[in-house]
């Protein structure tokens, strides 16, 4: 029988570390979200203050009440830190979502493995690199895998739960449990780059903007076609955006990197140039997007 995990500290607090927080902190379990500065602590805070309003508007309905019940029991378990080796002291699982970088990724792990307790598991949601990679830098490969989740956290049903060579029964067994108590559908999959979902998602995005390269149709058309013909609720083109070019790209040349010769892995030029072109733009211009946005009524 595995050891049920009710203390969960998750490292990082983006747009994925803070909905693993939010969801844990939903369904019960005592959560630390740390993340380095205040800044993006209170960043992630304000992000789920406004992802459980309507988690409790879905789940309530007309029920206000029960609506606030839920709503402040969640936040009074959800805890924050910006003092990573201190925030796993009592951690019986420690997520991972922080910067998709090996080196930064290892470097926390080790420090971490030395202040966690031993019973800890430790978890990493990376999208694209190598679990075994990561977990060589700690003395608990028995107690590591993959829990990988997609965006809107608090939204989407699945839970990759990833298992290398030296994951235990009961580590694996203790990760599916935590999935389903988080009122996730769990998957097994080996460490292989991209997992499942990804290994799919990214060359089918890439093949989209590659359409739009050749000229073959309009980005409206591509998502149209995707969500009518083949019924996805996102057409690709809006997904790479959603999922974020930049980590797109990311994905890309590190798989093009390891496996060169992988046609559906070659870069693409347009999604090159749109990375760098964000890169590029000033604050001034976010800023006039920024106001021009609130200017139609958008929430931005
Ligand atoms: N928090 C809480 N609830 C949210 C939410 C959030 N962040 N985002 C959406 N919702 C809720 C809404 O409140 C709404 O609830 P309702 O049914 O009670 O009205 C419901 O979800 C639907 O949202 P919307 O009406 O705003 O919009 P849509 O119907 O278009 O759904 C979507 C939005 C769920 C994002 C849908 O478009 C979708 O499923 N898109 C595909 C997402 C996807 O493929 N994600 C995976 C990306 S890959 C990944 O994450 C892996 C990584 O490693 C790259």
Not at 51 to 65: N, P
Not at 118 to 123: K, L
Not at 244 to 272: A, N, Q, R, Y
């Amino acid at each position: 029988m595995s050891a049920a995990i009710k203390n969960v500290t998750v490292i990082g607090s983006g747009l994925m570390g803070a909905g693993i927080a939010q969801v844990a902190a939903q369904t019960g379990h005592i959560v630390t979200m740390v993340d380095i500065d205040e800044m993006a602590v209170n960043k992630a805070e304000k992000r789920i203050g406004d992802s459980i309003k309507r988690v409790a508007k879905k789940k309530f309905g007309d029920d206000g009440d029960g609506a606030a019940e839920f709503i402040s029991g969640s936040i009074s378990r959800l805890g924050t830190s910006t003092d990573a080796v201190a925030a796993v002291g009592s951690a019986d699982l420690v997520v991972e979502a922080i910067v998709e970088n090996l080196n930064v990724k290892k470097k926390l792990f080790a420090e971490l493995d030395k202040a966690a307790p031993s019973h800890t598991i430790f978890a990493s949601n990376t999208s694209s690199l190598s679990i075994t990679a990561i977990a060589d830098a700690t003395t608990r490969k028995d107690r590591f895998g993959g829990l990988h989740f997609f965006n809107p956290v608090p939204v989407m049903k699945l839970l990759e739960v990833v298992r290398i060579p030296e994951t235990s029964q009961e580590t694996y067994e203790s990760m599916c449990d935590w999935g389903k108590a988080m009122g996730k559908v769990t998957v097994e999959c080996k460490d292989t780059p991209g997992f499942i979902v990804n290994r799919l998602l990214i060359p089918y995005t890439l093949e989209a903007i590659r359409l739009l390269e050749r000229g073959d149709a309009s980005a409206r058309d591509i998502d149209t076609a995707m969500k009518l013909g083949a019924g996805y609720p996102m057409g690709p083109i809006e997904l790479s955006d959603y999922v974020g070019l930049d980590t797109s790209k990311f994905i890309i040349d590190g798989w093009h990197k390891s496996f060169p010769d992988v046609e559906l892995f070659k870069p693409s030029p347009m999604l090159e140039k749109l990375v760098v072109k964000i890169a590029e733009t000033t604050e001034e211009t976010l800023a006039t997007m920024n106001d021009w946005g609130k200017a139609m009524g958008k929430k931005v």
